[in-house]
């Protein structure tokens, strides 16, 4: 194994914070090169990414690019990663933000009404899949397409609350803001919600 690959965190005494002896061994595998150990990590946390990001840009065909373009990312940097620092959940968290961040920018997605979007309803704990969608009543589809309504900022605080129920701590930790700007985006975008369902007779 190359310097530049080698581990940088123990491997013969107690885990790290944030890391488990399973976690810290498939990840030693995959800094040797082995290419079954990429592919067990990416099918450990490829569906909650996906379900992550699609819950942020709310476009099948964006989701699959960025979960694609967030796995090259990490996987090239696997190195760097610190379990000392973060889970590797939370690692992964951060990079598939960052890149649906940096699809935003790219691609200027347009403001669709209401009627034209689709949904799921807040209280349930997972992002549907486009598959799912299609199920859903119309009152979940109002919803979601509300959660579509956030501004940035406020739409990845209530993904990451709603879908992943996410304690404010590990919120701040993904986003790189204090548990206490967490918890008052949360406010602030469970507010905004109120106000666009009533719009709609929802609530």
Known sequence: MSDQHALTWPTTTAAPAYADEQTLALLGRCLRGEEMAYVALYNEYAAMIYRLVYGLLQNKEDAEEVLQDSFEYAFRRLAQYNP?????????YQIAISRSRNKRRRK???????????????????????????????TQQVVWAALGEL?????????????????????????????????????????????????????
């Open 84 to 92: 000392r620092k973060s889970g590797l959940k939370t690692w992964l």
């Open 151 to 203: 501004s940035p900022k406020l739409r990845e605080t209530a993904v990451l609350r709603y879908y992943d129920n996410l304690s404010y701590q590990e919120i701040g930790m993904i986003l790189g803001i204090p548990p206490k700007t967490a918890e008052s985006r949360m406010r602030l975008a469970h507010k905004a919600l109120r106000e666009l369902l009533a719009e709609e007779d929802v609530l």
């Open 108 to 138: 200027w997605l347009p403001t669709f009404s209401l009627s034209q979007m689709m949904g799921q309803d807040v209280t349930d704990m997972e992002t549907p899949t486009p598959d799912e969608v299609a199920a859903l009543s119309q």
